[in-house]
């Protein structure tokens, strides 16, 4: 009996970079200051979505240290975290009392079928290489309810980049890769988990940024 891609990933590498460097994260990325206009107009049109059906439920699904989740909890969101990483679920816990986090992976979400309106993967499909994307987007299909909406946000392109020297300047000797997507490829992945896409922005690099950024927002039947 042969494995499946899926049982093949290895998340062990990313939950421990993300556990040395969460301290520092929190502290560089205490809000939404370091996101464009744009990026924040696809949030706040994925919590419009959600709240107007009435049903505030999202869960943050790769939540890091909840600076979108304390977003989404201001625009009438009712938000559960959930993130690989303990480190980074202690800073969360401990920046946003108030709100429910808990450790798990986008691939296996600890969550029931229909339980959430909205889902949000806000850059947390980025270190999950191509055999694992499809169960990323089953389980957010999973757990959203129906007529739920799902917006996912990633750097726009293909390849692998380390992003490890990124945080060298904070003393973190780490081992860190990221996965670009094109939004052609994520949007089969979200029609082949039985969504239907919504709208989609993809813009161009910006500042310090080396590259595109893609927003694709859609909708469970």
């Keep these: 009996m042969t494995s499946s891609p899926t049982e093949l990933l290895d998340f062990r590498g990313v939950r421990r970079a993300y556990d040395t460097v969460a301290q520092d994260y929190a502290a560089y990325f205490p809000d939404t200051r370091g996101e464009a206009r744009l990026d924040l107009a696809m949030v706040d049109t994925f919590a419009e979505a959600v709240t107007a059906a009435g049903d505030p439920r999202v869960l943050d699904a790769g939540c890091g240290a909840g600076r979108l989740s304390r977003y989404l909890t201001e625009r009438g969101c009712r938000v559960t975290g959930v993130d690989l990483s303990p480190g980074m679920i202690a800073m969360a816990r401990r920046d946003h009392p108030d709100l429910v986090f808990?450790?798990?992976?986008?691939?296996?979400l600890p969550y029931r079928d229909n339980q959430f309106a909205g889902v949000l993967l806000w850059y947390s499909?980025?270190?999950?290489p191509p055999a694992g994307q499809a169960r990323i987007f089953a389980e957010a299909a999973r757990?959203?309810?129906?007529?739920?909406?799902?917006?996912?946000?990633?750097?726009?392109?293909?390849?692998?980049?380390?992003v490890a020297p990124a945080y060298r300047r904070f003393g973190h000797d780490i081992r860190l890769?990221?996965?670009?997507?094109?939004?052609?490829?994520?949007?089969?992945?979200?029609?082949a988990a039985g969504l239907?896409?919504?709208?989609?922005?993809?813009?161009?690099?910006?500042?310090?940024?080396?590259?595109?950024?893609?927003?694709?927002?859609?909708?469970?039947g």
């Excluded at 450790?103 to 296996?108: A, W």
């Excluded at 890769?177 to 029609?191: C, F, H, N």
């Excluded at 919504?198 to 927003?215: K, P, S």
């Design 177 to 191: 890769e990221r996965y670009a997507y094109s939004a052609e490829e994520v949007a089969g992945r979200l029609t």
């Design 143 to 162: 757990v959203l309810r129906p007529g739920g909406h799902l917006l996912v946000g990633f750097q726009a392109g293909d390849g692998v980049r380390d």
């Design 102 to 108: 808990t450790v798990g992976s986008v691939t296996e």
């Design 196 to 220: 239907s896409e919504v709208c989609r922005v993809v813009r161009c690099a910006q500042g310090q940024e080396r590259d595109g950024q893609a927003f694709l927002l859609a909708r469970a």
């Design 125 to 128: 499909i980025i270190h999950t």
